[in-house]
């Protein structure tokens, strides 16, 4: 029976819905008896919507807000029908219509049910002055045509009113806002009331944190999401632990919690160390770590979701850089999280407005002089024709998961240049792509390449993958089976900057590779005494594995010499010719011809 009053509008109000003749009266009593069984607001709000516009005979169209307690100032939209639908769960205060929210607050607070000049209807359930919510009906014909029954209207949403405090709905709205449900912890909402209150009260020396479990998503996926409940509840009483009575702890994202306390009470380090010891997740030990992004509140000043932001910043910049440890929130770090922001929306703009595009470069054999390959490098032009160098936007685009898109595009637009060279006779053996570690660990990487490829119809020895040593040393058996893939289908892969990722160098034989490229930093050096030791130690390092080697940055004759005697046969540089766009390459490649 409940079903019906929360899955769809019962058969004879559909019927009503064509009929306007009017059919029978609706069974006010059997709605009441429906929503009696109701223990969930949300089902119980969308019920006594379409109830209402059943005995006002309008359409299902309309929507029911309530604040926890009764607080007009927090109220939301627990259901909303037709028009309205996209509005639900917004907050009273944030809904575009100024006349619709004075409507509606009007009746919350007053606790009367009101109705405007247009015949929209804000019916009042509950009991004035302890809380309720509003039902916000379109009902223009009620206001003219057939004028509303309002002692029936009455007398239906007092009864809804008693029901809805009998049952104590609106408590577990209170609840349901503020709880999170898994771990019975205070949620992100009342975290940051909580910080608000304190900044209010202008309380010194208190510290926000927030604590992030680290590789938590990967554990979910491996693990399942049984496991990953419990080691969330596991963390929790851990980091409860650590913490005095009275220090609030709460769940502020997915994997994330916050603390809230006195500096003297809250010490970072000690919530990190709070999993040093494994946990008994599902009687299994798991080792978990824990990164903490914090900030002294009342520093930088600004309300609870100010300080919860710098926090995040912090927490961010510490997932980056210095997993499995605390870092503070300083001034500087907002400067630039805003200017990476900037950019980031300046870089999205940029590509709406196809202000980006590709340069190549050509690679030669430092002996003949003969064109081997293409590489695809990206550029972006601003309107007033400044540009903006990869080294920034990149790292932009790789943080913010631009990039796969990003990627995906230059991957299909640089196969598609290539095609054109092979339909005019003048292309070479391959083209060059750079991808990023982003690029790399998305699941469709290989499925986005061979579209690339099938797209421009090339073949598959026609690409390859520049992938940098940092990508490289990842020790995921993801990124390796995503290379081999491609690698046993014809791309050829190579390995950018080489030398300069200090990292161990067994990638080498675990990777499915072709090519190593020196990079320019060491090219650069030969011109010096003793500048040439770690080109030749690569050169060398690339014939023993049986790879390809070329040399990156090229700019003069004494680099080009001495690349080739110590065996590198193939380089790329300024000296030998610049990154040029589509029209210039044509014009590079005719003279050429
Ligand atoms: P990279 O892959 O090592 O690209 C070579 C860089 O060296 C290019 O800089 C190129 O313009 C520059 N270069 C070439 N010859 C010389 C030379 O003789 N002297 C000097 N000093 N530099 C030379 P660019 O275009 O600024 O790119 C910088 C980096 O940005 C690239 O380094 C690559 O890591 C990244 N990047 C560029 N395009 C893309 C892209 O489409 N996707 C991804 N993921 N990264 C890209
Ligand atoms: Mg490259
Ligand atoms: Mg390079």
Not at 290 to 311: F, I, P, R, Y
Not at 418 to 440: F, T
Not at 444 to 458: D, Q
Request: one cysteine or more; charged letters at 25%.
């Amino acid at each position: 029976m409940t079903q019906t009053l929360v899955l769809g509008r019962p058969k004879k109000a559909r019927a009503q819905e064509c009929d306007d003749a009017g059919g029978p009266p609706p069974d006010v009593h059997a709605a009441v008896r429906l929503a009696l069984a109701e223990t969930d607001v949300r089902r119980f709000a969308l019920g006594a919507l379409e109830q209402l516009a059943l005995l006002l005979d309008v359409p299902w169209q309309g929507l029911v807000c309530a604040a926890p307690d009764g607080r007009p100032g927090e109220a939301r939209v627990l259901a909303a029908q037709g028009r309205y639908a996209h509005w639900l769960e917004r907050p009273l205060t944030q809904l575009p219509e100024p006349l619709l929210r004075t409507l509606l607050a009007d009746a919350l607070t007053r606790g009367t049910s009101v109705q405007d000049a247009t015949g929209r209807m804000a019916l009042f359930i509950g009991r004035p002055g302890t809380g309720g919510m509003v039902v916000l009906l379109d009902a223009p014909g009620a206001s003219a045509a057939r004028r509303p029954d309002w002692r029936l209207l009455d007398a239906f949403c007092a009864n809804l009113g008693l029901l809805l405090h009998s049952r104590g709905l609106l408590e577990r709205l209170h609840e349901q806002a503020y709880k999170d449900p898994l771990l019975s912890l205070p949620n992100r909402a009342r975290f940051i009331e909580k910080v608000d209150e304190c900044v209010n009260r202008g309380l010194q020396g208190h510290i926000l944190a927030l604590v992030d479990i680290d590789d938590f998503s990967a554990t979910n996926d491996v693990m399942g999401h049984r496991f990953g409940d419990r080691l969330l509840e596991v963390v929790a009483r851990r980091l409860g632990d650590a913490l005095p009575p009275g220090v609030l702890l709460a769940r502020v994202g997915a994997d994330t919690f916050g603390v809230l306390g006195p500096v003297g009470q809250v010490a970072p380090q000690r919530l990190l160390d709070s999993v040093g010891q494994p946990l008994a997740v599902e009687a299994v030990p798991h080792k978990v770590s824990l990164t903490c992004g914090w900030v002294l509140l009342g520093e930088g000043g600004g309300s609870g979701v100010d300080q919860v932001k710098d926090a995040t910043i912090a927490l961010k910049r510490a997932k980056r850089d210095h997993r499995g440890q605390h870092l503070q929130y300083l001034a500087h770090m907002g400067a630039e999280a805003r200017a990476r922001a900037l950019l980031l929306s300046d870089l999205r703009a940029a590509i709406e407005r196809q202000q980006l595009f590709l340069v190549y470069q050509p690679q030669l054999d430092l002996r003949t002089g003969a064109l081997i390959g293409l590489e695809a490098l990206l550029r972006w032009r601003c309107e007033d024709g400044r540009f903006i160098p990869p080294a920034q936007f990149i790292p932009v685009a790789e943080h913010s998961g631009l990039i796969v898109a990003l990627g995906e595009w230059v991957l299909a637009t640089a196969c598609r240049t290539m095609r054109e060279l092979l339909d005019a006779g003048r292309a070479p053996l391959r083209m060059a792509v750079n991808v990023s570690m982003a690029q790399l660990q998305d699941a469709g990487f290989a499925a986005t390449a061979r579209r690339a490829l099938a797209e421009a119809g090339i073949e598959a020895r026609h690409l390859e993958l520049e992938i940098t040593e940092s990508v490289a040393v990842l020790p995921t058996d993801f990124l390796e089976a995503t290379l081999q893939t491609l690698r046993a289908e014809g791309v050829s892969i190579a390995i950018d900057d080489f030398g300069t990722g200090y990292s161990s160098l067994s990638y080498l034989e675990r990777l499915p590779l072709d090519r190593i490229k020196i990079d320019r930093s060491f090219v650069r050096q030969l011109g010096e005494p003793r500048g040439a030791r770690i080109a030749e130690m690569v050169a060398q390092l690339g014939r023993r594995l049986g790879l390809a080697v070329l040399a990156e940055g090229i700019e003069d004759e004494v680099a080009c010499g001495a690349l080739q005697a110590m065996g590198c046969h193939e380089g790329q540089g300024f000296h030998l010719a610049m990154p040029m766009d589509k029209a210039a390459l044509d014009g590079w490649l005719q003279a050429r011809a």
